[in-house]
């Protein structure tokens, strides 16, 4: 249980982070030009949803959570 939510932190984590902050501040910025604050709010909710498109595809794996979480191991010692 617990490699599976360290692995969807590690995959999904920070998407949803940016997703949040950049939905939250199209829409705190009142002074803002309206399209360039639609624009923030779209991003945010694209992201949002990369989230969850990102979190079936977790679910829905054949490969368990320990094997994903190895192979993103060895892809970033690959990269050091």
């Known amino acids: 249980m617990w490699d599976g939510i360290e692995l969807w932190l590690r995959r999904v984590g ?6 949040l902050l950049v939905t939250g501040w ?3 910025k009142v002074r803002w030009w ?14 949002l949803v990369a989230c969850v498109i990102e979190t079936w595809k977790l679910i829905r794996s054949p490969e368990s959570a320990e094997a994903q979480l190895d192979r993103l191991e060895a892809q970033r010692e690959a990269g050091d």
């Open 14 to 19: 920070g998407t949803l982070l940016a997703g």
């Open 26 to 28: 199209g829409l705190v």
């Open 34 to 47: 309206p399209p360039l604050r639609v624009a923030f709010f779209l991003a945010g909710v694209g992201l």
